[in-house]
T-cell receptor
Framework: GNSVTQMEGPVTLSEEAFLTINCTYT??????LFWYVQYPGEGLQLLLK?????DKGSNKGFEATYRKETTSFHLEKGSVQVSDSAVYFC???????????FGAGTRLTVKP | DAGVIQSPRHEVTEMGQEVTLRCKPI?????LFWYRQTMMRGLELLIY????????DSGMPEDRFSAKMPNASFSTLKIQPSEPRDSAVYFC???????????FGAGTRLSVL
């Protein structure tokens, strides 16, 4: 079946550190891939997405590249800020239905 | 637009009581989704609607759960009777088109004692 596995947290970094949150997926066909972010007390917000192999999604300094060969969609940011502290969810949407599958979420804390 | 609006934000109830969660999607969106988030199972899709019609309810855990969408601007998720294991955060999301971005509400945190 379709599923997403992402790096377990929590992750704690100092401001300006480099961030990587790993995400791998299992799916038939060519799913669309997403990263969502959830700030405390809020719902999930789309951070970035990629709909086909080798696409790179980017937003607010975050990037992720759809790698078909490694079935991965790792999230990266070169220099994190305290305001990036949140829970990050990797997700996929199968090519043939709307049943979004989410990873377990990774809590990121950035310290000044 | 105010985004997806859910109410209440928090609900505390006793086992056996009926619970109704409410959602107002973004105006003009034709898809509405209900999700449940727990520590054990993460974020799970319960049901989704297209143009007010339920399309896939395979994620609804059991008959105690029911969802309705009487019009394009309102949906409810009802649990009757509620049980402690229903305690979770319930999210509603909406989108314009099946393949477009889903916008999430802030969620309802449900605690069943």
């Amino acid at each position: 079946g379709n599923s997403v596995t992402q790096m377990e947290g929590p992750v704690t970094l100092s401001e300006e550190a480099f961030l990587t949150i790993n995400c791998t997926y299992t799916a038939t066909g060519y799913p669309s891939l997403f990263w969502y972010v959830q700030y405390p007390g809020e719902g999930l917000q789309l951070l970035l997405k990629a709909t086909k192999a080798d696409d790179k999604g980017s937003n607010k300094g975050f990037e992720a590249t759809y790698r078909k060969e490694t079935t991965s969609f790792h999230l990266e940011k070169g220099s994190v800020q305290v305001s990036d502290s949140a829970v990050y969810f990797c997700a996929l949407r199968p090519y043939n239905n709307n049943d979004m599958r989410f990873g377990a979420g990774t809590r990121l804390t950035v310290k000044p | 637009d105010a985004g997806v609006i859910q109410s209440p934000r928090h609900e505390v109830t006793e086992m056996g009581q009926e619970v109704t969660l409410r959602c107002k999607p973004i105006s003009g969106h034709d898809y509405l989704f209900w999700y449940r988030q727990t520590m054990m199972r993460g974020l799970e899709l319960l049901i989704y609607f297209n143009n007010n019609v339920p399309i896939d309810d395979s994620g609804m855990p059991e008959d105690r759960f029911s969802a309705k969408m009487p019009n394009a601007s309102f949906s409810t998720l009802k649990i009757q009777p509620s049980e402690p294991r229903d305690s979770a955060v319930y999210f509603c999301a909406s989108s314009l088109g099946a393949k477009n971005i889903q916008y999430f509400g802030a969620g309802t945190r449900l605690s069943v004692l």
